[in-house]
């Protein structure tokens, strides 16, 4: 991400609610939503459901491997990945986050599983361990700001991993596949779950709306420029995101270093919030990230605009760190970018102005080194001796 907005220092964010070991090392936390929580509330703040794969990162690359070489990183991490990147997201910004997912019964598995129930308090009663199946598995290599993955993984249990019935949740994020529709999408949204949803590239070609039919129970889309452009068959971003009101409320069009820029049919409200300037090392994840952050805002109840500077903000954050539930921030990092963007002396105040929300959310005494680093990597420690 790189853009003419607020000038951030090179320190760099890797959030997290415990070391990817399983070992609880949580910090106080923001509650984004303590202004509009009431007593008949659903107990989730999030729905979430997927696959979750063990993620192992190479980092420290100088280039890209070449064929019948050995490659040596100077660097690695693991995490849960897949839909453990915007489960951790969330529970990161303070929101309670349920997960329906299946795990494999072998080693991988248990390690996903303590570093999300444990490490970040995701709540898993929802998911299940399967006996016999093998946890998916990705190897990601970080290079020159891009990144080349490698996945494995065995057929997925029966109904895995959605269960029939979605518990009541405030909202679901849920990636639409051109052709299909969920059921689970259909029952939440008919509990009243407020439904954001993103979308990945159309391999069939055929970028039809109608193939889509999950849209109609959506409260947000979220696809990036080139997505929504090949949609709405529009040759510009934000006309794209006015033709999408068409068949959502609220459409985010994501413009990469250029930002995002929103339209709300039901306020009139338009938003064209521009990128952070940052050193960006690993995009991993942070379109989870920014999601995350749009859906805390908007459960927040905040002005769109805020909203949409909210996750670019916790996007940019996540860029500066390789892997993808590794680098998503949560409110210390938040916290520490803004008291330090605040101390650079010589820099424009109005994109500062942008971001003032910020003072009324974060308290003072929310204060921690920066990068705070929480994960290790390895699959896990041995519990010490006693």
């Excluded at 991993?284 to 002005?303: E, M, S, Y």
């Amino acid at each position: 991400m790189t853009a003419s907005t607020v000038s951030t220092p090179p320190a760099v964010a890797t959030g997290s609610g415990g070391h990817a070991d399983g070992r609880s090392h949580r910090h106080p936390q923001v509650d984004p939503l303590a202004a509009v929580r009431a007593p008949a509330d659903p107990p989730c703040d999030v729905y979430l459901t997927g696959t979750v794969f063990l993620d192992i990162v190479f980092t420290g690359l100088d280039s890209a491997p070449v064929r019948g070489t050995e490659s040596w990183a100077r660097g690695m991490g693991s995490s849960p990945g897949g839909v453990a990147n915007m489960a951790t997201a969330l529970a990161r910004l303070g929101l309670h986050t349920s997960l329906a997912a299946a795990f494999g019964d072998d080693h991988y598995g248990d390690y996903c599983w303590d570093a999300l129930a444990q490490g970040e308090g995701i709540d898993l009663a929802l998911s299940r361990t399967v006996p016999g199946w093998h946890s998916p598995v990705t190897v990601s290599m970080a290079y020159e700001g891009e990144r080349t993955m490698i996945s494995h993984g065995h057929e997925p249990p029966p109904e895995e991993p959605a269960p029939d019935c979605p518990p009541r949740a405030r909202a679901a994020v849920a990636s639409l596949t051109p052709g299909h529709r969920a059921r689970w999408i259909t029952q939440a949204a008919a509990k009243g779950t407020r439904i954001f949803a993103d979308v990945g590239w159309d391999d069939t070609g055929a970028w039809d709306l109608a193939s889509l039919p999950d849209l109609a129970h959506c409260e947000a889309f979220l696809p990036n420029a080139e997505e929504a452009m090949r949609y709405t068959r529009t040759d510009c971003p934000r006309a794209a995101a006015h033709a999408l009101t068409r068949h959502v409320p609220v459409a985010v069009v994501t413009l990469g270093a250029d930002g995002a820029y929103a339209v709300d049919r039901r306020t009139g409200e338009t938003a064209d919030v521009p990128a952070i300037e940052v050193e960006a090392l690993d995009p991993t994840g942070a379109g989870d990230v920014f999601v995350a952050g749009f859906v805390t805002g908007t459960l927040a109840d905040w002005p769109l605009a805020d909203r949409l500077a909210f996750a670019g903000l916790t996007a940019a954050l996540s860029v500066q760190e390789f892997g993808g539930s590794l680098s998503a921030p949560g409110w210390c990092e938040i916290a520490a970018w803004w008291r330090t963007v605040q101390s650079v002396e010589v820099q424009d105040p109005s994109p500062l102005r942008r971001y003032a929300f910020l003072a009324d959310l974060v308290p003072e005494d929310l204060i921690r080194p920066w990068p705070l680093r929480r994960a290790v990597p390895t699959i896990g420690f041995r519990p010490p001796s006693r």
